[in-house]
């Protein structure tokens, strides 16, 4: 069986661009995997954050990955921190990290921008690298912003094995195209994220039936008033895309409904349709009891742990540590 990882931080408010480009995709991953699904709280500091609202944030998060579907029987969920062996395999793979390939890093030009540039934030993508090598994994989904350092995960998994022999396994990314990257709804050409300053670019998982209407009613459009996925409308093409995951439609189907009747008519379906599926994630979020919650992430990084510390004592062997 397959093993496949992945992980979302806890910073910010999950919401329905993470559960169309990741969480709604794991659920499905689940069925036939050896599935690994984590909370990644060390990746969460390496830029500042509030320590009460960060650990509140990483409970709230796993209590939302199963209120969206994750079956604690079929996949492993675990906080990151909780496993020690994230840190100490990064570690050992930083001594074999070259310096100049973390500089070309993407995420690390765009975040330090915005942030004060520390060693943890440059550092982000060998943790990362760790987080899926540790586990011997066969494929990770991810969005396309995060390809490149699935690259370089591949790249330090290469240059180990090739140094002191066969050790990790080399994993494969998987990108849904079709959803990647699901925009704002405030502006279509920039991804929808939990860092937004315009709260109405965003929906998120908790968004109450009212908020999704008042969001959905004053999301941007095109020029125009044709219902219809093509590159000069991203506003509504985005729309389309999301109407159509959380339908169950297709987007040509959609564009069949939809032929001649207004925006109004177009985002009143929408919300229905969003509120539709958020209403059962609301209430199965609302019915995790504290209690259950921990004993769940308990089990889950039981079983982790056991799976990790075999790779970590096989990469200590071959480099020579006690």
Not at 83 to 109: C, S, V, Y
Not at 114 to 142: C, R, S, W
Not at 294 to 316: F, M
């Amino acid at each position: 069986m397959k093993t496949v990882f992945s992980g979302i931080q806890p910073s910010g408010n999950l919401h329905i661009g993470n559960y169309i480009g990741a969480i709604s995709q794991w659920v499905k991953i689940q069925e036939n995997a050896d599935a690994i699904f984590c909370i990644v709280d060390l990746h969460a500091i390496t830029v500042p954050q509030d320590p009460k609202i960060l650990r509140e944030k990483a409970l709230e998060v796993a209590a939302l990955y199963l209120a969206c579907g994750i079956d604690p029987k079929k996949a492993h969920l675990f906080i990151q921190s909780e496993n020690p062996d994230h840190a100490n395999l990064a570690w050992l793979l930083n001594t074999i990290t070259p310096f100049g390939q973390l500089e070309r890093m993407t995420q690390f030009k765009e975040k330090s921008e915005k942030h004060e540039a520390n060693v943890g934030l440059f550092d982000y993508p060998v943790l990362m690298a760790a987080d899926i090598l540790l586990y011997q994994t066969d494929e990770v989904p991810v969005g396309e912003d995060q390809k490149q350092h699935i690259e370089l995960t591949r790249d330090l998994a290469e240059k180990f094995n090739k140094k002191f022999g066969e050790t990790f396994k080399l994993p494969n990314p998987v990108i849904q195209k079709e959803t990647a990257r699901i925009m704002s709804l405030q502006n279509p050409l920039s991804k929808m994220s939990k860092s937004d300053n315009n709260p109405l670019g965003t929906i998120t998982l908790l968004d109450d039936e009212k908020t999704v209407f008042d969001k959905v009613k004053r999301a941007v459009t095109d020029s125009g008033s044709e219902i219809i996925f093509r590159d000069d409308k991203p506003a509504i093409s985005n729309l389309l895309t999301i109407y159509s995951v959380f339908s169950g439609e297709t987007i040509s189907e959609l564009e069949q409904r939809y032929k001649g009747k207004n925006y109004g008519d177009f985002k009143n379906g929408l919300a229905i349709s969003i509120n539709s599926r958020l209403e059962n994630v609301r209430s199965k979020y609302k019915s995790i009891s504290k209690e259950e919650l921990r004993l769940i992430l308990d089990q889950g990084r039981d079983y982790v742990r056991a799976k990790s510390a075999k790779t970590l004592q096989s990469v200590k062997d071959k480099m020579g540590l006690v």
